[in-house]
Structures are given as C-alpha cells and as structure tokens.
C-alpha cells in the first residue's frame, strides 16, 4: 500500500501501473485534510494561505462543514484545463500551485501540471 499525498501525478502513474494506492484522488486539501496554524486559522492545507475560519471564534465542525474555501475545493468545480482533464478525479491538481500562479485563484487550472501543458 502507497500513500501520496503531495505528488499528484504520482497517483496517475500508480494507477497505471496497478499499484495499490490508499487514495484514488490526489491533492486532498480542503475535502478530506486541513491543518490549523498556532493562531488557531484553520486552512486546506500548509501551503494554501486562505483561511477558512479560526478555532478560537468558531468551532472546527462547522469550519469544516460550512466553510466557503472546503465546500469549492469539494466540489471539484476548476477552471481551466483541470476541470476537462481526464485525470480531474485521480488528481484534482495542486490548489497551492493554482493560487501561487493565478493570483490567489486556487480553483485555477495547475499551470505546473505535465498532464495540461
């Protein structure tokens, strides 16, 4: 069993090569992972400078629940050539990456992406 979590197109080749991998979707910041900062700011993940809500004026379940930024990460709903890509599902491309070169847009298309360039 493989378990990748920053490498997305990692995923895809595993997935070729019949390789177990305990997650069939890549970048999973915002739907099933997040981090909370020591200031209590609760985001997708450590790269991702957005911000969902903060643990000292809200409580994590409903941050996780009804926060903006996880629900659009959830819905997979990207922009650009990650939402027409075949591996859309196994990937879902770096939401870091997409707001680093989209001016904060992390719903963009992966620019880095060796699938989409």
Known sequence: MILILEVLQFVRIAESLGVDSR????CIAG???????PKG??????YLTET???????????IWRSSELFNNL????????????KAKKNCGGCRARAAYYNDGDYMSS???CILNN
């Open 23 to 26: 997650f069939k979707r890549g």
């Open 31 to 37: 739907t099933s992972y997040c981090i909370i900062n």
């Open 41 to 46: 700011d609760v985001q997708a993940c450590a």
């Open 52 to 62: 969902a809500g903060n643990i000292r004026k809200k409580p994590f379940d409903e």
């Open 74 to 85: 959830r819905t997979q709903e990207y922009k650009g050539n990650c939402n027409s890509c």
């Open 110 to 112: 992966d620019r880095i």
